[in-house]
């Protein structure tokens, strides 16, 4: 829906719309010079919020990514030390510690 | 550095092996991986993951193919400090500015240091690597709890903050599950092998 409205009398009227307890509530907040201003102010005000969300996206995913590798590594060297240890005769009891395998 | 001439529990004499410094050996193989060499990698590494579950499952015969894998590929263990340090890396260049090369060595330097004092003296390839482990994840903490305190001065949404703090949780969980696992292969004592390149390490306590 647009934020202009077209009143009776033929001018255009600059709206807002938020929500409140669930509900939208339209906000009026003027026609011609202040209207123009406040559409204004609305655009930078959401182009910010959608800069600031494109850029934790990005500072996300980056960390993500970090994360990712050393997460990789860390399995990998669970899994070979797991390995070293069942080679040399352990074995894990009820997945806790580790004990040498008694020899039947 | 050797360890020739310690006696196992068994009686074998350990093999001599000649010590490289934590985390940076100078081995050829340490060269980052080419295409081929990290699918062989991931692939062997994949492999012993599922084996290495069958055997805690309690598949007895999955063992001999573990100690088959780990006899063919000896250098995994390599590969893997070569991930450590790939990883170590990028979370440098996280932590410091592109141009800021001083501040990098100064990081790495210091990492090096704190790898040779967890490992400890005459450390065997595995706690080695688990030294590294520690000293990875101990700098993943330093630099998401980093991220979190300057987000807080520059304000963050609830939902960052959540983000954050779960990042930061995790990375303690990892920590400490990093720690538990060098002292628990010190604490079994050095009954366990592992290959490394061309030598068997065997550190029979």
Redesign the interface.
């Known amino acids: 829906m647009s934020p202009w409205e077209r009143r009776e009398r033929g001018g255009l009227y600059y709206t807002r719309s938020r929500k409140v307890d669930g509900r939208v509530v339209r906000e009026y907040v003027g026609g011609g010079v202040l209207g123009e201003l406040a559409a204004r102010m609305d655009a930078e005000e959401r182009r910010r919020r959608d800069e600031a969300a494109a850029a934790?996206r990005e500072e996300?995913d980056?960390?993500e990514g970090?994360?990712g590798?050393?997460?990789?590594?860390?399995?990998?060297?669970?899994?070979?030390?797991?390995?070293?240890?069942?080679?040399?005769?352990?074995r894990?009891h009820k997945r806790g510690?580790?004990r040498?395998r008694r020899r039947d | 550095m050797t360890n020739e001439g310690q006696a196992g529990e068994g009686g074998a004499a350990l093999q001599p092996y000649k010590d490289v410094a934590v985390g940076r050996p100078k081995d050829p193989d340490l060269s980052p991986m080419s295409q081929d060499e990290r699918e062989a990698y991931r692939e062997t590494v994949g492999k012993l993951r599922e084996l290495v579950k069958k055997a805690e499952k309690g598949t007895k015969k999955a063992v001999p193919e573990i100690r088959e894998i780990l006899r063919e590929h000896p250098h995994l263990c390599w590969r893997l400090s070569n991930l450590s340090g790939l990883t170590e890396g990028a979370l440098i260049d996280r932590m410091s500015r592109d141009e800021d090369l001083a501040s990098k060595e100064l990081m790495k330097r210091q990492l090096a240091c704190m790898r040779e004092e967890v490992a400890g003296d005459d450390p065997s390839p595995l706690e080695r690597l688990l030294a590294e482990r520690v000293v990875a994840t101990w700098l993943q903490v330093q630099l998401f709890e980093g991220i979190y305190a300057s987000s807080m001065s520059k304000g963050m949404t609830l939902d960052q903050a959540d983000y954050h703090q779960r990042r930061i949780d995790r990375a303690h969980n990892r920590h400490l599950s990093a720690v538990r696992a060098l002292a628990q292969i010190r604490k079994l004592g050095p009954a366990v092998q592992i290959n490394i390149a061309e030598k068997q390490i065997n550190n029979a306590g």
Request: charged share 30%.
């Open positions: 934790w996300r980056h960390l970090l994360a590798l050393l997460d990789g590594f860390c399995e990998d060297v669970e899994t070979m030390t797991r390995a070293a240890l069942l080679a040399a005769g352990f894990r510690e580790w040498k």
